[in-house]
């Protein structure tokens, strides 16, 4: 069955840095997802990456997706303390199982 | 995306007892989606409730222990049954809006703490 893994599991970064928080699946997903979780609340949609060479931004969150090397990253361009929270990627099972990643705590410090 | 609603946001239960969780779309689905995330870990995803049938359990989610139904298309619940400690975590609920993305939205969970 299809797993998914992050790393890393935490991250605590400067603002103004930049980082890439990354996400292995295993096998065929047809598409990869990116969802932002902060403490206490739902999860947000951030991004859905459906083929190969997608890449989505969104201010200052850039994900992209290979599907030959199964591997999608969500990039973090001059991190501001509002970005910290937990990002979650998913990829897909069959026709609608999600399969979450373990997540990534972002902490931005100021 | 839909408007999802959850009733009761939190809740404190004894063991032993049951809880029945709500979830609320603005909108018919077809499909509603049961997750648990235990505390500081993912997702997993417990059961699939579709409109006029069965809910389908996922490996190691039973339907003594978390019954679900689903009487209309804008409205499921879940129960949690014969509670213990290890079940304390978050419940939520998720629709599918299917399209070319085929993206699922969640709804602000249920957090759960047995005592």
């Known amino acids: 069955e299809l797993k998914v893994e992050q790393n890393p599991l935490f991250l605590s970064m400067q603002e103004g840095k930049n980082y890439t928080i990354y996400c292995n699946y295993s096998t065929t997903s047809d598409r990869l997802y990116w969802y932002r979780q902060d403490p206490g609340k739902s999860l947000e949609s951030l991004f859905v990456?459906?083929?190969?060479?997608a890449v989505k931004q969104e201010g200052r969150l850039m994900a992209s997706l290979d599907t030959k090397a199964r591997l999608s990253t969500l990039h973090i361009t001059a991190a501001v303390h509002d970005l910290s929270a937990t990002y979650f990627c998913a990829g897909v099972s069959g026709t609608y199982k999600y399969i979450f990643g373990t997540g990534t705590r972002l902490k931005v410090l100021a | 995306s839909a408007v999802i609603s959850q009733k009761p946001s939190r809740d404190i239960c004894q063991r032993g007892t049951s809880l029945t969780i709500q979830c609320q779309v603005d909108s018919q689905v077809t499909m509603m989606f049961w997750y648990r995330q235990q505390p500081g870990q993912s997702l997993t995803l417990i059961a699939t409730?579709?409109?006029?049938?069965?809910?389908?359990?996922e490996s190691g989610f039973v339907i003594d222990k978390f019954p679900i139904s689903r009487p209309n298309l804008t409205f499921s619940t879940l129960t949690v049954s014969n509670m213990s400690p290890e079940d304390s975590s978050i419940y939520l609920c998720?629709?599918?809006?299917?399209?070319?993305?085929?993206?699922?939205?969640f709804g602000p969970g249920t957090r759960l703490t047995v005592l």
């Open positions: 990456l459906l083929s190969n060479g």
């Open positions: 998720s629709v599918g809006s299917y399209g070319a993305t085929d993206t699922q939205y």
């Open positions: 409730a579709n409109q006029g049938s069965e809910a389908t359990y």
